[in-house]
């Protein structure tokens, strides 16, 4: 167990509806990264935050916002969904931003879009 | 932009013994950052070792170890003693010393047989 949590572990919707995955980092976490695990495009890094600031961009899609709260929490918010976004989203976390930080992961979302 | 390459879909190994998983990356900065990470059936990411680029030592924890060839760019990690719970995927990762956006491998499926 990481000390990261994500919910909901599951989530299943239909094209054109936006979801919102959450992830809580380990305690005294203040980074918090995003990835997107799909068959296609393999394990890819979508966004960094830094004590509640955006910190680093990958490849995220505008469809695709983040945002991480004064509490340390982040939300993951996914809109006009498409079949191709069916996918495994982690979270991970470090405690600060230097990148020789080792990231801990969450167990992820799987969502399915039909 | 850098890439990693992770030559074999899928190894396999007989309980007890050895086996090396092989990782390539295509860089030109010099300072940064390479990782193994284990992802079992749980889908959970787990970090198994890292290495930084400006140590020549290669890193070891326990039975995994890595050889880390810097002019060649190359970053393979071996397990020993290979047990039926090292069964999973195995991602190799970089990061570059100047940001946090890490770049997976397609990944190798390891298969241990009893």
């Known amino acids: 167990d990481s000390g990261v949590t994500q919910t909901p572990k599951h989530l299943i919707t239909a094209t054109g509806q936006r979801v919102t995955l959450r992830c809580s980092p380990r305690?005294?976490?203040?980074?918090v990264y995003w990835y997107q695990q799909s068959l296609d495009q393999g394990l890819q890094f979508l966004i960094q935050y830094y004590n509640g600031e955006e910190r680093a961009k990958g490849n995220i899609l505008e469809r695709f916002s983040a945002q991480q709260f004064p509490d340390l929490h982040s939300e993951l918010n996914l809109s006009s969904l498409e079949l191709g976004d069916s996918a495994l989203y982690f979270c991970?976390?470090?405690?600060?931003?230097?990148?020789?930080?080792?990231?801990?992961f969450g167990p992820g979302t799987r969502l399915l879009v039909l | 932009a850098q890439t990693v390459t992770q030559s074999q879909p899928e190894m396999s190994v007989q309980e007890a013994e050895t086996v090396t998983l092989s990782c390539t990356y295509d860089t030109s900065e010099s300072d940064y950052y390479l990782f193994w990470y284990k992802q079992p059936p749980s889908r959970q990411m787990i970090l198994v070792i890292r290495?930084?680029?400006?140590?020549?030592q290669n890193a070891t924890e326990n039975r995994f170890s890595v050889n880390f060839q810097k002019a060649a760019k190359s970053f393979s990690l071996k397990i020993s003693d290979s047990q039926l719970g090292d069964a999973a995927m195995y991602f190799c990762a970089y990061r570059s010393a100047g940001n946090n956006d890490m770049r997976f491998g397609a990944g190798t499926r390891l298969t241990v047989k009893p």
């Open positions: 305690s005294g976490d203040l980074s």
């Open positions: 290495q930084e680029a400006y140590k020549q």
């Open positions: 991970a976390s470090s405690p600060r931003v230097n990148v020789q930080e080792t990231q801990y």
